[in-house]
DNA sequence: GTGGTCTAGACCACT
DNA sequence: GTGGTCTAGACCACG
């Protein structure tokens, strides 16, 4: 279910965290849904049990999930929501991009050819 | 002429790549310009000067400028080119970004906006 | 396995990477070989981390070996042919000490006879 | 009659030695010849003199040229056997880069046309 | 344990 | 005064 890249430069933790809100976002995982368990995470995907951890513990902390001690970690309610409204905060760092990509010569129908093509997929 | 946050998670000689290449790409510095001395920056930055220098040798590892020793830094003819062509690079992150608005609600409509503001300034 | 000459005019982190090239040039560093840990190189050539961090930051840079912070650094399975390409560019360097040797008086055949032995070894 | 770029990173009074001594090796320069006062060069060439000196001072002390205090500096009888012999030593530098080229991949046959065109010049 | 960043301060070669 | 190199030692994020 998830695929962890051990070379990128994105630290482990971050790469699982970023997937399990792919899959909230996209509805494969809903809402009361029950995470797969630290220990089955870190034999299935060959990483150390600590690292699960604290990607589980950041989601817990921005409420995206729910830990009931003994049971398990759950998708809670409010994922989607709470998802969409920190990724919202990317739209800085949208236009920091853009402006970039304008100084490098980039033309405004190249991006907007590109927005036009990521929206139709 | 440079502006440092310390506080940013940005390592320091990243903000002033940055800021030296946005300072060629917009004019500021044409080529042959003589760039700030280390230690003027240094002192004038309150930085130290091994982090200039890391800096500076950055740059003149891409080309971005060339550096004679005893004699200063100075913008190289091909600073421009050379910036451009890797900020191109940053299509792909613009591309991935464009993915994560979209996936948390970001409409076309408001994309294509902020395309429009930000190449109308 | 890395031998560093603290005497020479040449730069340490020079030396260091010109030594990691000729092992890679080899054979005896092959892709995704891992390489000698930052504390490890400096202790055992009693070098400062820094300086040993400089050569692989370089050797990163030009994409001869690829860095995943906390894991380690790898040799890139493009090392080869970046490491042949910029080699290439000594031709120059060649050609000019050639015209040099050739002004001090040194025939053509002593030069093929140092070329002829230097390519049967 | 001399040429000095000041962008280069070749230091200024090495690339003035390195002139003197083609001069003298292809005879442009003989035993006994005047060399250019000092301060001619320094105004000419627009060096600051003590660079002109550091560069006389070099090839005084190697016994290339001898100076007369209130008369000038001139080409030592000698100079022709002295600076073939000190370029003779690059011979270990022309090996190593030997060595480098190889390993990048640079055929025999391409060196040996290389040497063959140089001698041809 | 790993690499990444930064400071402080030193010494060198060159102008 | 300029840049280049190096040491010593510190702190951080990641695993």
Not at 52 to 58: F, N
Not at 111 to 116: A, G, K, L, R
Request: hydrophobic share 40%; charged share 25%; no cysteine.
């Amino acid at each position: 279910m998830f695929q962890i890249d051990n070379m990128s430069r994105i630290p482990v933790y971050e790469q699982l965290i970023k997937q399990v809100e792919n899959y909230i976002m996209t509805g494969i995982l809903k809402a009361d849904d029950r995470m797969p368990s630290v220990r089955t995470l870190s034999t299935s995907l060959l990483i150390n049990p600590n690292t699960i951890q604290k990607a589980y513990t950041s989601l817990d902390a921005r409420g995206v999930i729910y830990t009931v001690p003994g049971k398990g970690s759950f998708v809670s309610a409010d994922a989607k929501r709470i998802i969409g409204e920190s990724s919202r905060k990317n739209i800085d760092t949208f236009v920091n991009l853009l402006q970039e990509l304008r100084l490098a010569g980039v033309s405004k129908e190249e991006i907007m050819d590109i927005v036009e093509r990521s929206y139709k997929k």
